[in-house]
C-alpha cells in the first residue's frame, strides 16, 4: 500500500537525518506553541470582556474581589505556568511532563468556560497531544535553565509585566476617568484596586513561579568526581600533557572513562551554571579518545549541562566540533625545543648580558623537589604576596598559590649571596609530551633587573638536563587570531582587541617577548555548543576563574 510505503520510508536508516529533522520541528514548534499559550492567557486579562462567556459571572459576581479572583488570577497563574513548563519541556526534562500536563488541563477547561473564542482551547487541545506525543524526547534526568536561555525568558516576562502594567492603565475606569467604551461592553480593569490587585497577582505568580521552578530543579546531580590523588595519579601514568598538574589545585572534579572494569582516560572540568567547563585535553590511554568523548557527551546532554572545553588543541577540537561544537582560536602557545637552545649568536646577545649580570652579582639558581618545609613555603609566601601587591589571584587555568598544589611540582628558586630566596618558579611536567612548562612565576621587588630573562634561560637548560626535548613558553592569548579575510566574527572581534587593547593587557608585548625564546607556535582552541552564546561563554570562564574553590 502507498501509505505502508511512506512509513517504510521513514523507518530506513538512509533517512534517519529526516526523521531527526521532522521531530525537531514538531518538537520546537511545540515549545514555541507554549510560549504563545501563555502570552495569550497573560494578556487577555487586559482585553475586553468578549472574552468573558458567562454571563452569569457580570449578573451576579460583578464585584472588584469576585472578578479579580475569578478571570485574573487563573489566567496568569495559568500564563506564567505555561512559560516555565515550556522552559522545561525545551530542555526535554523528564520531570516536567505531569505537571505540565496538569497545568495544560487546568488551562483547557479554562479557557472552555471563561472564552467565547474557541481558538485558544483548540490550541491547548492540540498542545496535549503534542505533549503526550513527545514524551519519549523527555529524556533529561534534570532541569538547568542557562544564562542563555533565562536570559531570554527574563526578556519575555518583563515585556508581559510592562505590558500588563501600561495596558491595564491605559484602561482604567473610575470616577476619575472615563473609559471611551460603556463599562456594559468594557470592563477590562474597572478600577485602579483592581489593577492594583492584579500587580499584587504579578506577586504571587512571581512567588508560584519560582516554587514551581526550583520543584523542576530539585536535587542537582554533579557528573564526575571530587579530585583522589591516588587514582589521578594512576591515570595519568597511561598519558599525561601540560595542563594535567592543574587537577592538584583541587578546584575541578575528574570524570573518568572506564573500559574492561578500569580507568582508561580522563578530563577536568568545573561546572558554572549549566556549563561543564573542561581544562585542556583528555589524559590517560589516548586510544580511548572517540569513545571517552561521546561518553562525556552524553552523560553531559543527560543531565542538561553544556561542555565547554577550553584551551584543547588543534587535535582535539576538529573531534569535538563534529559533535556540534563551535570553536574559536584562544591564541598560541611558545614552544621552545630545548636541545636546540643556545645563547650563542647576535640575536641572544641580550639574553646572554642580562644571564651573565644576574651571576656575576651573585645569585643561585637551584631547583628543589617535594617534600618542602614549613619554612621554605612560608618564604614562598612572603614573595607571591608581594609579587601580587593585593590582586586577586586567578585560578581554573592557571595555578594560585597553594600548600597541596605547590607540594606536587618542583620549585626553582632564586637565591642572592646572602642566600635569601628573591624569586621562585613552579615547573609542571609532561612525560608523554616531553616537555616542562611553568606555572607561578613571582619575584621580590628587589630581585635583579632581567629575573625573568635569568630564570627562562636556567629553566630551559634544566629542561634539556633532564631530558626533556621541549619547554613551553605558556599562551600568548589571541596571538595570530582573526588576521585572515575569512576569520570568524568572534575571532576578528579578538584580533581588534590584540591590536588595540594593549593599555588594557599588552598582548602584542607578551608576544614580542616569547618570540625571544621560542622556536615555534602552537595554537589553542576554545570549543562550545553552538545553542551557547560566546558571551556567556566567556563570563562563565571569568566567573571560576577568580574562584579558586
Not at 538512509?14 to 507554549?34: C, D, I, K, P, Q
Not at 471563561?114 to 496535549?128: D, E, G
Not at 516554587?211 to 583522589?228: A, C, M, N, Q
Not at 616542562?436 to 630581585?447: C, E, G, T, W
Request: glycine residues 6%.
Amino acid at each position: 500500500m502507498p501509505i505502508f510505503h511512506k512509513f517504510q520510508f521513514f523507518k530506513n536508516k538512509n533517512n534517519y537525518l529526516v526523521l531527526e529533522v521532522t521531530r525537531a520541528f514538531f518538537f520546537y514548534s511545540m515549545v514555541g506553541l507554549f510560549y504563545l499559550s501563555g502570552i495569550i492567557l497573560i494578556l487577555m486579562v487586559t482585553s475586553h470582556d468578549a472574552i468573558i462567556n458567562l454571563p452569569i459571572i457580570k449578573d451576579r459576581f460583578y464585584g472588584l474581589a469576585s472578578m479579580a479572583l475569578i478571570r485574573q488570577v487563573p489566567s496568569l497563574l495559568l500564563g506564567f505556568a505555561l512559560l516555565v513548563c515550556g522552559r522545561a519541556i525545551g530542555n526535554r526534562s523528564a520531570k516536567a511532563f505531569f505537571p505540565t500536563l496538569i497545568f495544560l488541563s487546568a488551562a483547557v477547561l479554562y479557557t472552555i468556560f471563561f472564552y467565547r473564542s474557541f481558538a485558544p482551547t483548540v490550541v491547548l487541545i492540540l498542545l496535549v497531544i503534542l505533549l503526550w506525543l513527545s514524551r519519549p524526547n523527555l529524556y533529561r534526568r534534570q532541569l538547568i535553565i542557562s544564562h542563555e536561555d533565562g536570559f531570554l525568558d527574563g526578556l519575555i516576562w518583563s515585556f508581559l509585566s510592562i505590558s500588563y502594567f501600561i495596558l491595564g492603565y491605559t484602561n482604567l475606569v473610575d470616577s476619575h476617568h472615563q473609559s471611551r467604551i460603556s463599562l456594559e461592553e468594557h470592563f477590562s480593569v474597572p478600577s485602579f484596586h483592581w489593577w492594583l490587585m492584579g500587580l499584587l497577582t504579578l506577586v504571587l505568580i512571581a512567588i508560584s513561579s519560582t516554587v514551581l521552578i526550583l520543584f523542576l530543579k530539585y536535587r542537582r546531580v554533579e557528573i564526575g568526581l571530587p579530585f583522589d590523588k591516588e587514582r589521578f595519579e594512576q591515570i595519568i601514568k597511561k598519558g599525561d600533557h601540560h595542563y594535567t598538574g592543574l587537577a592538584y589545585l583541587q578546584d575541578k572534579r575528574i570524570w573518568y572513562y572506564q573500559a574492561q572494569g578500569q580507568d582508561q582516560i580522563a578530563l577536568q572540568f568545573r561546572a558554572q551554571g549549566d556549563k561543564l567547563l573542561v581544562m585542556g585535553d583528555f589524559f590517560g590511554d589516548r586510544n580511548y579518545f572517540d569513545e571517552a568523548l561521546e561518553a562525556f557527551m552524553s552523560e553531559a546532554d543527560l543531565y542538561n549541562y553544556h561542555p565547554v572545553f577550553y584551551e584543547v588543541s588543534e587535535q582535539e577540537v576538529m573531534a569535538i566540533h563534529d559533535h556540534g561544537f563551535d570553536f574559536i582560536k584562544l591564541g598560541e602557545e611558545g614552544i621552545v625545543a630545548s636541545t636546540q637552545f643556545s645563547l650563542s649568536g647576535k640575536k641572544k646577545q641580550n639574553l646572554r648580558s642580562v644571564s651573565n649580570q644576574v651571576e656575576k652579582a651573585g645569585y643561585v639558581f637551584s631547583v628543589l623537589k617535594p617534600p618542602y618545609s614549613k619554612e621554605l613555603i612560608a618564604s614562598l609566601k612572603v614573595i607571591s604576596d608581594e609579587w601580587l601587591a593585593g590582586r586577586k589571584e586567578m585560578g581554573f587555568s592557571l595555578g594560585f598559590f597553594d600548600d597541596f598544589y605547590l607540594g606536587h611540582s618542583d620549585i626553582a628558586i632564586l637565591r642572592s649571596r646572602e642566600g635569601e630566596i628573591v624569586a621562585f618558579v613552579t615547573i609542571e611536567k609532561s612525560d608523554t609530551e616531553k616537555m616542562l612548562s611553568v606555572d607561578l612565576m613571582r619575584y621580590l621587588n628587589k630581585a635583579p633587573k632581567g629575573v625573568m630573562d635569568a630564570l627562562f634561560i636556567r629553566l630551559i637548560n634544566h629542561a634539556k638536563l633532564e631530558g626533556f626535548d621541549f619547554f613551553n613558553m605558556g599562551m600568548c592569548p589571541l596571538s595570530n587570531v582573526g588576521k585572515n579575510r575569512f576569520s570568524f566574527f568572534n575571532e576578528k572581534m579578538g584580533y581588534l582587541l590584540y591590536q588595540y587593547g594593549s593599555q588594557i593587557y599588552s598582548f602584542d608585548g607578551l608576544r614580542h617577548y616569547k618570540q625571544k625564546f621560542a622556536h615555534k607556535w602552537v595554537p589553542y582552541y576554545i570549543a562550545y555548543p553552538k545553542q551557547c552564546l560566546f558571551l556567556f561563554v566567556i563570563l562563565a570562564l571569568v566567573q571560576v576563574s577568580y574562584r579558586q574553590k
